[in-house]
């Protein structure tokens, strides 16, 4: 009972298109790496060393998308043009089987891409992310979202409240995140990784920026709000900067004791204030 032909056709018939098949998938296939090459190139430059790696489990899983698309797609387009009904054919279809060794061995081959995928990118990707938590000396950054705006503390630097988020090249920054109304999403693009921000709970997110860049120069590396969270989501947007080392500890003492908002009290339950405090 293991005659290998399935349909009607006959064996050799459906060798060739087996063959026919093959050879535009590896076309392809290969014509799909050679584009996603540019494509990926166009993806905005990350700023940040975890971004960075992010950016290559991403750009891992499209190069490996490529293959698996193709073939579903080839097999798909292929059998309805070589298989479909011609003019004044009637009959039925031939009799469908179950399973066989090709249904098998693609269930083997999903099956094993998926489970890899989640060790290779996912699991060591994350752990070389998580590298961050145990960096010494990280920069604490208090991050306060309300609707609809962003407030930085630097407890160390006695900076509190400012609304531009500047941050030092190469030292990675210890965000603690909360909010003070309702769930927010503290994320700069550049940086890749982001975080909620919830009223009541406070949440780290370790980032190590590693590119000199600044909203002005590159509109992605703003913080922008990544939660809808009412009519000003949109607008809740924050400037960064990330500058040299030296430049950054100049800034830090610019700002030292003279709070952007000294004014406005505490932190943790000040009312909803008016939207431009001080230019
Ligand atoms: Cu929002």
Known sequence: MSAPAGGAGGGGGHRRDLWIVAAWWAGVTVLGEILVGPLLRLYPEAASREGVVSDDAIFYLLRLVVPVVAL??????YSMVRFRARAGEVGDAPAQARGGRWAFAWLGVSAALTVSVIFYPGVTGLLEIWKSKTAVNPLTVEVVAQQWEWRFSYPELGIENAETLVLPKGRTVDFVITSRDVIHSFWVPSLRIKKDAIPGETRHLFLTPDRLTSTEED??????????????????????????PADFEAWAAEQGGTTASA??????????RAQAVTP
Do not use: F, K, N, Y
């Open 72 to 77: 579903v797609v080839i097999l798909l387009v």
């Open 219 to 244: 509109p992605m590396t703003r913080v922008q709000c990544a939660e809808l969270c009412g009519i000003g989501h949109a607008r809740m947007r924050a400037d960064v900067r990330v500058v040299a």
């Open 263 to 272: 004014a406005e009290g505490s932190l943790p339950s000040t009312p909803a």
